[in-house]
């Protein structure tokens, strides 16, 4: 049995829908769906798992994709969590972790989301899918359809970064910008859809991209010894990753692949387009659309993510917090883990580290607490977060060497 | 044992060097050094790798690092090897493999030479490192250098891509322009650090990245089930990675890991730079230097690799070839290879498939041959090869769908 997939239940309500045909949200209430599995036919053990390829599929019985043959892969997953003792040392920490997604195909933790996402795509039938994008998601949907051999057609924000751009049209994506946000991108999406056979595979709008996102649970547990850490702090825009990793967790703890409490679950937003931290905040169940969201870090800004109930639920649920930092702050810690770990983060990943100094300092995370933090891409995607000075020499020239501190 | 390594030899002449110490080129002959092992004492069956983390330290006892406390590491390494049937249909063969180095740390292949040369370096107590590099390899090795806590001079030509700019800096590397090619790059690296105690770690000018490079050639064949392809294809600037792959897969069949003739090798080049193809099609043992080199292929631009020799003896031994091909051709399949296979090559990487398929065309290849070609690094460095076309609608537009082809 290649999946275990048994179901989809509305997150909202009490609506169940059969998983063998297409589905998008929930008829009765509008709601994500969510897939559920029959954890009782798993038919092997976790430490069967190190015989297998590493990638995202060594989870497959936990995965939606019914057969082997309708995988579409580009070799994603596995992606390293590296002790990163030195930046651990600066924010006061001992045990401190980075799972670095910028390793991923299309450079962002949206290769999960978008591989799984594809190939069930396929799997049921669809020949052409568009989604709004504030970047990551566009480039990857992009290249898992043309890998599929899909059509796809993206909308992104015309501040969205350049070099997504560029990996949506190299993988043969239709592009359109807007002037405007994701959300106006999304409601451009809906529109056009309606009453087409293309497939809204937005965030939430089809129940399978989050069941990529999950594998990051997964593979963090796995690479920590089927241990859970303490704390994961996550850089939260539509907040996909953050309910997959919790829905993950449970579902290995249903199975008794791990044991004992959730990690707290920490979501990081910055100032410049913080819902859920507001909401969060005032112990609210659902955000309320933050006016002129403006942030470095594009990737998280998304002024009403469609799955915040989910979200704040998961907050609730494991004892987790939310908060909001600074452009400056994270651009600082883009620098800052550069020089001490030779990693090029992407803002969203910089603000996860401004958030656990802050968390550190407050005395809500304690200093021996284990803590895993999302960088959900590479720095490669955002080369203005780093200001060059270099000066050039001419070809008959002289190198003056620094004193070398040896 | 968690290395294996004996000796030092000197790649030209009879002279041997003690590996416990630092050594740079043969002092007798100024040739390259090359590690040696005794694959004797190698404590495991090849079976037993499976077993062990997916990175490139799990070939530990075929590298040079004496302990697992002086592996510095990002993760590097099992990067996927892809087939690619839509390609192979379109050049004419049945099977085609893409193993995609663009997923490294650093975004090239220049990250397993810097991963095993920090280490090594690090290791024998090394506290400063300078090179001449074409961009990638000055990315990595600042970003290994952070890693390992030592200090990295990178100098690059102006031309080199802006993003490994960003990646030096972004690491901490201190990073210096010339206004010239890297072989000025190298002059002046060379002068600077003669009588100082900054370490040359130039290409060949040291013995340990090319360890690094060589288990691109382990994965492959651990990929394949230990079956060696008929054919490797690389785009070849220093060449190291072709040097290291041969060096590599001779050391496995040594070991009886894998058996057979060889893989024939081809060295891809830009006609802009092709010093190798030139020397191949004269039968030389060694290049000239390659006037005005250009190419938008700019990791390849070199116009007298120092490893030359060792290159074209490869080629010969292995019965392989070398030939150049056109810029435009090759920008012509970074797109074709994008929107057939969603994968968005370098231009290096996207030379091969250009060549590729020049040798079916000649029938050099044949169809039913098992090729193997080399992505060494990610299309996110290079956006530029890439052009947008794309329309902006207004946040209260309207959005139309192309006819779905459904």
Redesign the interface.
Known sequence: MFSTLDNLDCSHCDAQYDPRVLQGLCTACNSPLLARYDLSEVPIRRSAL??RA??LWRYHELLPVSAPEHVV???EG?????AVP?LGASVGLEKLWIK?EG?????SFKARGAAVGVSRARELG???M?MPTNGNAGAAW????????L?M?V?MP?DAP??T???T????G???????LIS?AGR??S???AD???FDVGTLKEPYRIEGKKTMAFELVEQLGWRMPDVIVYPTGGGVGLIGIVKGLMELRELGWVEGPLPRMVCVQATGCAPIVRAFDAGADESEPWPDARTVAFGITVPKPLGDCLVLSALYETEGTALAVTDAALLAD??LV???????LCPEGAATVTATRALVESGWIAPDEEVVLLNTG????Y?D???????????D??????P???
Request: aromatic fraction near 4%.
């Open positions: 190190t015989d590493p990638d892969s580009l070799g596995m992606t390293p969590l590296l030195r670095d390793l991923l195909p299309t450079g669809i020949q052409a568009a992009s290249a898992y359809a043309a890998r599929a051999g059509q057609l909308v015309v350049i070099i751009r560029v990996e049209v190299a993988a043969g239709r592009l359109v910008l807007v002037d405007g106006d451009l999406v529109a056009a859809v087409s056979d293309w883009v620098s550069g020089r001490l770990e030779g990693l090029f590479s720095g490669l995607i080369p977060t780093v200001f060059i000075d270099a000066h050039t020499i001419a070809v020239g002289k190198l003056d060497l620094p070398s501190g040896g």
